[in-house]
């Protein structure tokens, strides 16, 4: 599976962007999806994450009830819908896809066996 994440830029606060990752592949409805992003200096973190069935999602607490993750399957591409963006939000933002019919969403990158280049996002106060 090949990813490619767009859909990043430069917003300020209280701004919306959607994120988008493009995947190449037939099985891309059996993936386990995530989205993670990587600050200057830190750690790449989990954001988001889509089951195959896209029966379950999760966020990170720092994102709960302000983004959406989401796809569609006729489409190939993955979606991740930012609304009330924060400075903090600031950072590299990474499509991955893994666990294929795993029935569960993992938030560890490790588990993650496929990643598309970044996106950057940047939202000024």
């Known amino acids: 599976v090949q990813l490619q994440a767009s859909g990043g830029g430069v917003v300020q606060a209280g701004g919306s962007l959607r994120l988008s990752c493009l995947a190449s592949g037939s099985t891309f409805s059996t993936y386990t999806l995530g989205w993670f992003r990587q600050a200057p200096g830190k750690e790449r973190e989990f954001v988001s994450g889509?089951?195959?069935?896209?029966?379950?999602?999760y966020y990170s607490d720092s994102v709960k009830g302000r983004f959406t993750i989401s796809k569609d399957n006729a489409k190939n591409t993955l979606y991740l819908d930012m609304n009330s963006l924060r400075p903090e939000d600031t950072a590299t933002y990474y499509c991955?896809?893994?666990?294929?019919?795993?029935?569960?969403?993992?938030?560890?990158?490790?588990?993650?066996?496929?990643w598309g280049r970044g996106t950057q996002v940047t939202v000024s106060s």
């Open positions: 991955a896809a893994g666990g294929r019919l795993s029935t569960v969403v993992q938030r560890d990158k490790a588990r993650y066996d496929f």
């Open positions: 889509i089951s195959w069935s896209g029966g379950r999602t």
